[in-house]
């Protein structure tokens, strides 16, 4: 039986939560903690400690080594928990939700901010898609090895929180940050449907939601200097927004600085390969070249 997060965060007390930052803490130098370390820095009686070391292990948030040592590591879910209640204790959320969007990667539930306003929250896992397109174009992390997952399942967490501001504050249609905390990142809930999923836009209405994407793309590139990279269907949200049909890019951690190598190639790859979408199954009439020199600022 696999549990939810939130089912998982509901079962834990002060205690576990101790127990599962003292493992955080000390995870970028083992990859299993010593239990010694555990016992000397959760300062938990014995008894209270092997109790909540049970617990975390039935919940499958921690995991026991196998060797004789005995040692503990995070699992995902582990890191998730730690993140959400990172969350509500700074306030940035006050309950989570149901699970929302098939999730390949990540992790996406529906929250709600302290003022009631709706909110996602995104965990963020490693990433194979991200990163195997990270190594080929070399960027910031070719050389991570495996024990990293933790630093960097949370530096995406804080990398497409950044990025959301910077595109954000610049008039990009996506959708709001709220915060971050390790590796999960709380955005503003979009009520719509992803573009794959659209059944009933007209040619009209479809060129409106293209040129949305097209003018989100070039604020990204023109005035942040950032390529989306996996710029597809499942990314595009189109939203009803007094009577008419928007579109917002989403998903933005495997962005990359259009000087590195490879982002011209990727720019091209996301343009073309939207346009082209839009043009075979919505009917808009909308030129890849065209678009491309759009966001490039060679014209319009
Ligand atoms: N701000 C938002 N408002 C509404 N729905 C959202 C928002 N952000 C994400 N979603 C939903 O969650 C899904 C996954 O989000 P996103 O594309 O950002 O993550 P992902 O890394 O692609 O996850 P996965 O690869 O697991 O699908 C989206 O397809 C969408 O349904
Ligand atoms: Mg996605």
Redesign the pocket.
């Known amino acids: 039986m696999t549990i939810s997060i939130k089912e998982a965060y509901m079962e834990l007390e002060e205690p576990e939560f101790r127990v599962l930052r003292v493992i955080e803490k000390w995870l970028p130098k083992y990859e299993y903690v010593p239990a010694e370390i555990i016992e000397k820095h959760s300062r938990l009686p014995p008894s209270r400690l092997s109790r909540s070391l049970r617990k975390l292990g039935e919940l499958k948030l921690i995991k026991r080594s196998l060797g004789t040592l005995i040692g503990y590591t995070l699992t995902y879910m582990g890191l998730d928990v730690l993140a959400l209640r990172g969350l509500v204790v700074r306030g940035i959320i006050e309950d989570i939700g149901e699970k929302?969007?098939?999730?390949?990667?990540?992790e996406?539930y529906l929250g709600v901010s302290p003022t009631g306003e709706w909110v996602?929250v995104?965990f963020h896992r490693e990433g194979r898609?991200t990163f195997k397109h990270l190594r080929r174009t070399r960027s910031y992390m070719a050389n991570a090895t495996r024990g990293q997952w933790l630093l960097k399942a949370k530096m995406l967490g804080e990398r497409e929180f950044k990025i959301l501001v910077e595109l954000s504050g610049r008039g990009a249609r996506v959708?709001k940050p709220v915060g971050w905390n390790r590796n999960a990142v709380v955005?503003?809930?979009?009520e719509?449907v992803?573009l794959y999923r659209f059944k009933d836009l007209d040619g009209k209405s479809a060129e409106r939601v293209l040129w949305d994407v097209l003018e989100t793309i070039k604020i990204a590139y023109r005035d942040v200097g950032v390529v989306h990279g996996d710029l597809s269907e499942?990314?595009v949200?189109v939203v009803e927004e007094d009577g008419e049909y928007r579109g917002y890019v989403?998903?933005w951690p495997q962005y990359v600085y259009k000087d590195e190598e490879h982002a011209d190639e990727l720019l091209k790859r996301d343009v073309y390969y939207i346009v082209r979408f839009f043009k075979r199954k919505l009917g808009a009439n909308v030129d890849e070249d065209e678009a491309l020199s759009f966001i490039k600022g060679e014209s319009g």
Not at 100 to 106: A, D, L, P, Q
Not at 187 to 190: D, E, G, P, W
């Open positions: 929302i969007g098939v999730g390949k990667e990540g996406v996602v995104k898609r959708p955005l503003v809930y979009l719509g992803e499942y990314n949200l989403i998903d």
